[in-house]
């Protein structure tokens, strides 16, 4: 290797980091579309705004493949503009990571209290709406897909604007998405409570979701870490090139 060139060691481990860096960035694109694709019932049943969020993690990850593509092309041609900028975007991006995850962490109660009202106006006003389809359809799919019954337990059902509705199909039965039988056997032993799913939903897919979250938050600490050595690596490789007189 001629002298005017940085140390290869330097270079493979800006081109490892990207690598890394560029499937992260693929990661949480995909993340995004998921959640924007098939979990659209949370944005049903609560005004938070999972939308959004699904929508920034579509953003965020396709920035992360541009910053990702910058820092691999100044890597292999030894751009020095190009590792400066893509050393300033990962100084931004990880500032911007630890100020929006201050503020998820100080808001996490005032989420869960939103979330739990929300959650409990479905059921007892909206579910059976016909303008409220979409709450229907997510309720049900809660329940199904937790086996789950209600707010806190099939109780709450009866409490419901859907269970006592006059004039209707469903007046004074409980939603078939919490049978665990067949809906014939359902509807034969209606007033059994062995009938239905025992579980709550709303525990269930609070659970859920702080899974899913403390998942995340490991993802984002190894994120970080990554950021930090491609934020060394890169500066490393800047000054390097600076020492050797080398801009392109």
């Known amino acids: 290797m001629s ?22 960035g693929c ?3 995909g993340v995004g579309i998921w959640l924007k694709v098939e979990k659209g019932e949370y944005a049903q049943v ?33 751009i020095r503009p190009m590792l400066l900028m893509f050393f300033i975007l990962l100084v931004l991006i990880f500032i911007l990571e630890i100020t929006a995850g201050g503020i998820a962490y100080a808001k996490r109660n ?10 409990n106006e479905s059921i007892s006003l909206r579910y059976g709406d016909k303008n409220q ?19 806190n337990s099939y ?15 469903h007046t004074g039965t409980i939603p078939k998405s919490c049978c665990r039988l067949s809906l014939s056997e359902c509807k034969k032993n209606a007033m059994q409570r062995d009938t239905y799913w025992q579980k709550g939903c709303f525990k269930e897919v609070m659970d859920f979701l702080k899974d899913n979250l403390l998942l995340i938050g ?3 600490i190894v994120f970080a870490l990554v950021q930090i050595l491609g934020m060394v690596f890169s500066m490393v490789m800047y000054c390097s090139l600076g020492d ?3 801009y392109a």
């Open 27 to 29: 990661g949480i694109l």
């Open 218 to 220: 490991i993802v984002g």
């Open 244 to 246: 050797k007189g080398t």
């Open 110 to 119: 005032e989420l869960e209290n939103k979330l739990q009202a929300d959650f």
């Open 3 to 24: 002298s005017h060139h940085s140390p290869a060691v330097i270079r493979y481990a800006m081109f490892f980091f990207n690598l890394i860096f560029f499937l992260l």
């Open 155 to 169: 109780m709450d059902w009866q409490w419901s604007r859907y269970y006592h509705e006059k004039g209707t199909s």
């Open 133 to 151: 389809q979409g709450v229907t359809l997510a309720i049900d799919k809660f329940q199904e897909s937790f086996q789950c019954c209600g707010y």
């Open 46 to 78: 609560s005004s938070f705004n999972f939308v959004t969020a699904a929508n920034l993690a579509i953003a965020a990850g396709a920035i992360i493949l541009v910053v990702g593509f910058l820092g691999c092309c100044g890597a292999i041609k030894e």
